[in-house]
Structure formats: structure tokens, C-alpha cells
Nanobody
Framework: QVQLQESGGGLVRAGDSLRLSCAAS????????MGWFRQAPGKEREFVAC????????YYADSVKGRFTISRDNAKNTVYLQMNSLNSEDTAVYFCAARSVATISRNRYEYPYWGQGTQVTVSS
């Protein structure tokens, strides 16, 4: 099976930028879509961004559109989330997820593979 490992989280100040990475290892797929989700205390896990295998198709939650950018490097089996203009509302545990098809999805239930998450904390 595929294992996912997030990295790059930390404590930053409002207005700062941060880049998250998610590396896939184990039995990778010939093609797979990837997504980022986040979960704040007391809230359900919510969609942030997703990207197709080809990187042609991306989709963002309204709350992060224009500030976050998802990208991937298939040769490195890695997906990234560039986060700019961070604010306190972005504080959450961020998870990456994968599904064994190339097409995009914002539905967390369509992602069988998940990382353990990385904490992002934005101070005011």
C-alpha cells in the first residue's frame, strides 16, 4: 500500500507563507489524484485543494482561493501546498490524501490513502 508523509508545518505569524510537502512511498500508482484537507479543533475535516495526475486540473476551497497553490512533482512522488497570506483561520492540522485514479475530487470519502497530518499554527 501507499504511505503518505506530510512535512513543512509549523508556527508562523499572520501574513507569512509556508509550503507543505507530502511524499508518497511504498506501492505507488501508475496515476493518482491528490488532495489537501485540514481539520481545526472541534471541526470536521474540510477540503482545501486537489490536483489531478496531469496537474492540468486543480480546485480550491473558496476560503483559500487566491492564497494557496497546489502542485506536484510526479517524478518525486510529492505534492505541495504553497500557502501565502496566512491568517488565524488557517490554523489546523493539514492532511494529504491520495486516490488511485487520475481524476480530481474534493470528496474526502473518495480518498483511501491519508497521511498523519502536519500542524500549521498561525499567530495574530
Amino acid at each position: 500500500q501507499v504511505q503518505l508523509q506530510e512535512s513543512g508545518g509549523g508556527l508562523v505569524r499572520a501574513g507569512d507563507s509556508l509550503r507543505l510537502s507530502c511524499a508518497a512511498s511504498g506501492r505507488t500508482f501508475s496515476s493518482y489524484a491528490m488532495g489537501w484537507f485540514r481539520q481545526a479543533p472541534g471541526k470536521e475535516r474540510e477540503f482545501v485543494a486537489c490536483i489531478s495526475w496531469s496537474s492540468i486540473f486543480t480546485y480550491y476551497a473558496d476560503s483559500v482561493k487566491g492564497r494557496f497553490t497546489i502542485s506536484r512533482d510526479n517524478a518525486k512522488n510529492t505534492v505541495y501546498l504553497q500557502m501565502n497570506s496566512l491568517n488565524s483561520e488557517d490554523t489546523a492540522v493539514y492532511f494529504c490524501a491520495a486516490r488511485s485514479v487520475a481524476t480530481i475530487s474534493r470528496n474526502r470519502y473518495e480518498y483511501p490513502y491519508w497521511g498523519q497530518g502536519t500542524q500549521v499554527t498561525v499567530s495574530s
